[in-house]
């Protein structure tokens, strides 16, 4: 069913092989059953959970019934129930991947060798990038890609880290974007109470572990997708949105 839909598929026959297939190929979605031979489905879906490199996958269980409710607290993004209806899975997929390819992570940093080696890290991990070498074109990208977080540096020509940061905060489709500083100038402490103000955190460059960063890029998408489907404002529709990278999915 999913590789007619264009979507490319890997299997596992258990619940420990699903986890050493998902930590090697880094799906978009992991399809659980929750009545598996050996481990069963909750406390796989509970191992998932607690792999740094794997918590953001969203995890779509298969059950018998309608769920109870158990599996979201551990953290399933949805259920669908057997049998396996296309009319049911296909939406919930769909609903799921496009979360993450309309709301990319934009870096902004005017070293291209250390903004390459951010987006690589970030690519790993299957985010959707885009790239600014400097704060005048980030604020230009913004207006028709708005991101769900940016990493940022501050030391820039044109317009620095500190002029985006200003430019976020007035504008109502940006004020709430998350904001993850880079820098490699020492700050004094009103600076940085200032950062601390506008920004989500701020991270001393060559002084953090790439998970460091990971985690907290993670943390502040889901919180940033999280206020913005509970608000009455709709997340800004861009127009002319990137085009998303050939989906993938994993079923363990």
Partial sequence: LLAREGYVVTSAL?????????RAQRPDVVILDIL????????????????PELQRVPIVLLTLSEADGQGFALGAADYVTKPIESSRLLPVLAKLRAGRANNP??????????????????????WPIIEAENGRRALDLMQTQ?????????LMPELDGFGVLRAMRVNPDWRDIPVVVLT???????????LQQ??????????????????????????FIK???????????PSSPPAPTGPTAAKS
């Fill in 14 to 22: 258990d619940g420990r092989a699903g986890i050493d297939q998902a």
């Fill in 36 to 51: 598996l031979p050996e481990v069963d489905g909750e406390s796989v879906l509970n191992r998932f959970k607690a792999i």
């Fill in 105 to 126: 992570i934009m870096v902004v940093e005017d070293d291209a060798p250390t903004r390459e080696v951010i987006v690589r890290l970030l690519e790993r991990e299957n």
């Fill in 146 to 154: 708005p991101p769900s977080l940016v990493v940022l540096d501050l």
């Fill in 184 to 194: 490699s100038i020492d700050l004094t402490n009103e600076i940085r109470a200032l």
């Fill in 198 to 223: 506008q920004a989500d955190r701020v991270f001393q460059k060559g002084t953090y572990a790439k998970e460091e960063l990971l985690a907290e890029i993670r943390t502040s998408v889901d919180a």
């Fill in 227 to 237: 206020r913005r489907s509970q608000s009455a404002a709709p997340f800004p529709t």
